[in-house]
């Protein structure tokens, strides 16, 4: 099997990770553990994994001209995006959280014509103002047409700036692929992240009642923690070693489908008008951002 095939195994078991995410941290979050607590959690136990698994196989050293850009990539990838997501998922449904992730590949397409000089036509305009007009959408009426009374306005932001962080992120951590192995980069960024999580979710951690817990929450929690944080992003950054960011990028349009499936099996969520609506302007907005051909600019990027 040739190493691009891995990579996109890689990244299509890292969102149906990602998917099933959105209503199995309902099971537990906000009832058993609080947004907060959980990003403890996951980022603490993630760092350990990754020291464990880098001991193993690498031993590389960080250049110092390189530690700003790894600690904004724990700024950015790890401690605003996991807490936002987290919090933001506590308050709206599964299928609202799915559907703002699609914005990822437009923030990432407004990032590089900022900061990498790429170029913006009316297409990609056109792109962006329908995208972000779904989003918009999704946020402000999303709640009021809710089957399962679990939409809401703050936190459907909430995910929309995750969205926003994680795209930063990628932009960010494209560059140092090219210098470092995918764990080493792991190592840092969430041991950088796990210290920074610490005064935001300390006091919900240590409000957990962990006698209360079942089966079934054990089950879910370990599925968090494990599954959705270190192997998803570990397949992530193993598959950004071979394939495009774009063509990374892609495979996120799978999220809302999966976690529209997910949410309906474990009856968390139900779609509805304006689930419809708001998933045709962003998908539409996505299609516009990215169907053109990758320019020597965009190379920097992918």
């Known amino acids: 099997m040739s190493r691009n095939y891995k990579a996109h195994i890689a990244v299509l078991a890292a969102n149906i990770l990602y998917g099933a995410n959105y209503s199995i941290a309902k099971i537990v979050m906000p009832k058993f553990i609080q947004p907060m607590g959980f990003i403890v959690i996951r980022v603490w136990v993630a760092a350990i994994l990754f020291i464990l698994t880098t001991q193993l196989f690498i031993r590389e050293k960080i250049a110092a001209a390189d530690r700003m850009r790894l600690f904004l990539c724990a700024v950015f990838g790890v401690t605003i995006n996991q807490l936002l997501f987290f919090k933001g998922l506590a308050l709206t449904s599964p299928i609202d959280s799915g559907l703002m992730m699609v914005t990822n590949p437009i923030f990432v397409l407004i990032l590089s014509a900022l900061f990498l000089s790429e170029v913006i036509n009316i297409k990609r305009i056109f792109g962006i103002i329908c995208g972000l007009s779904g989003a918009v959408l999704l946020i402000l009426f999303g709640h009021q047409y809710s089957n399962s009374g679990s939409s809401s306005l703050l936190g459907d932001l909430f995910i929309l700036i995750n969205s926003l962080s994680f795209a930063i992120y990628i932009v960010l951590v494209k560059p140092l692929m090219k210098k470092y192995h995918p764990l080493t980069i792991m190592q840092t960024v969430f041991c950088i992240g796990a210290i920074l999580v610490l005064p935001f979710g300390w006091k919900e951690f240590n409000h957990i009642e962990w ?92």
């Open 211 to 302: 006698n209360t817990f079942s089966q079934s929450t054990w089950m879910a929690t370990i599925f968090v923690v494990v599954g959705t944080t270190f192997l998803a992003y570990l397949f992530n950054t193993l598959a950004l070693r071979e394939l495009s960011a774009g063509t990374v990028s892609v495979y996120i349009y799978l999220q809302p489908l999966l976690a529209a499936g997910f949410a309906m099996l474990l009856g968390k969520d139900s779609p509805n008008i304006i689930h419809l609506v708001a998933a045709v302007l962003i998908f539409l907005g996505v299609y516009l951002t990215i169907s053109q051909k990758i320019t020597r600019k965009e190379i920097i990027l992918d």
